[in-house]
């Protein structure tokens, strides 16, 4: 456990090292208005091998799309299909997506269907949250989960069998107008929010296209003028995505994952003077039963008496100390040395904080 403590926030130092080397503005930023847009259907898939739904509503889909195929079910009837089930479809739309290109869908089981292996989708209209239709849908699952059932009832599932993606299984009905060719300026989005980098940001296009070009609007964005003509704009663009800065340190933070037990130290937290022990208390009771035997041709009863025995064991423990402005290398350093596993770092880093002694933000999730 120790040594996999060690690797583990080795490679994270190796990580937050490499960090603090230049980045690209598109690396950093985005396009204001230049977004994805979210797409949803609802349809069916069809030719799945005895493992379809058994719900109301995905008969009624049958019925309705019979009806517009021009066949008639009787009134009464319902078509108890075991090859068949409702689905919900969903893709995103990435921008300048031109009508005629194909774009990836991923298609989930809405109701009891056990797996959609071997399935195809039936023809499925997407719409976007405006109610119109952006894509048309359809094609073969390539579901990557697996299940197999006894007769017994016993069953076995590999990942997720209710749910598969279609590579290109949508086309393209309508163009999502954006903003990147209106008005005389852009804004350049940080994907994270900070002082430092949207100053840098300013800075670097304005050393590059001169005093002016670029403004901070906030600690999120960037205003940059821009020219108006297309054939301009886009070279423009692409000079300004390809600059490299140094981004902001970002603040010292802790984050927890009270869940799973992993731990992620920011490369800014410090520990004031603070000291530490960590140990474990141990209590096992264990019975030894007895057996009274009362004397031959006695009135007596046997009886069987409980002997407990109580032990109570203390691990060794180790005190260390926090010097004033400890490192994070440091600070794993001296956890390892008393053998914490991660689950003991949090209580240890917990207490830290509630000691005034972390000199970070301590985040639970």
């Known amino acids: 456990m120790k040594t996999s403590i060690n690797t583990f926030f080795a490679a994270l130092l190796m990580v937050m090292m490499s960090a603090a080397q230049a980045e690209r503005i598109k690396d950093l930023a985005s396009i204001g208005g230049v977004r994805n847009n979210q797409l949803v259907g609802y349809g069916l898939v069809v030719g799945l091998s005895g493992t379809g739904d058994k719900t109301a509503f995905t008969g009624q889909t049958l019925r309705s799309m019979l009806r517009e195929m021009g066949v008639t079910i009787p009134a009464g009837v319902d078509p108890k299909s075991k090859n068949i089930a409702a689905v919900s479809v969903h893709a995103d739309l990435p921008p300048f997506a031109k009508p005629g290109q194909t774009i990836d869908i991923t298609v989930s089981s809405l109701g009891d269907s056990k797996s959609l292996r071997g399935g195809s989708l039936i023809m499925t209209p997407l719409k976007g949250a405006d109610g119109e239709i952006y894509a048309m849908a359809q094609g073969n699952l390539v579901v990557g989960g697996f299940g197999a059932e006894a007769g017994d009832g016993s069953r076995v599932t590999v990942n997720i069998p209710s749910a598969g993606r279609i590579p290109n299984g ?123 035997q009362p004397n031959a041709f006695s009135a007596g009863q046997t009886v069987i008496t409980p002997n407990y025995d109580i032990e109570i064991s203390e691990e060794n423990s180790r005190m260390f100390v926090f010097n004033p402005g400890v490192s994070l290398d440091e600070i794993v350093r001296a956890v390892n040395q008393v053998g914490a596993a991660p689950g003991d770092l949090v209580a240890i880093l917990e207490a830290l904080k509630q000691a005034g002694a972390l000199r970070a933000e301590l985040v639970i999730i």
Not at 170 to 179: D, F, G, L
Not at 251 to 278: C, D, E, L
């Open 170 to 292: 949508a086309t393209v009905e309508r163009t999502v107008q954006n903003a990147l060719n209106v008005g005389d300026h852009i804004i350049l989005n940080l994907h994270q929010a900070d002082f430092t980098t949207a100053s840098r940001l300013s800075d670097a296009i304005n050393q590059t296209l001169g005093r002016g070009t670029a403004s901070s609007m906030d600690a999120a964005s960037v205003r940059v003028n821009a020219p108006r003509d297309p054939n301009q704009r886009i070279p423009f663009l692409s000079l300004i995505e390809n600059l490299e800065l140094s981004p902001g340190e970002a603040a010292a933070r802790v984050v927890v994952n009270s869940r799973s037990g992993t731990v992620v130290i920011g490369q800014n937290v410090r520990v004031s003077p603070a000291a530490v022990t960590h140990g474990s208390l141990s209590v096992t009771i264990s019975a030894d039963p007895e057996v009274s």
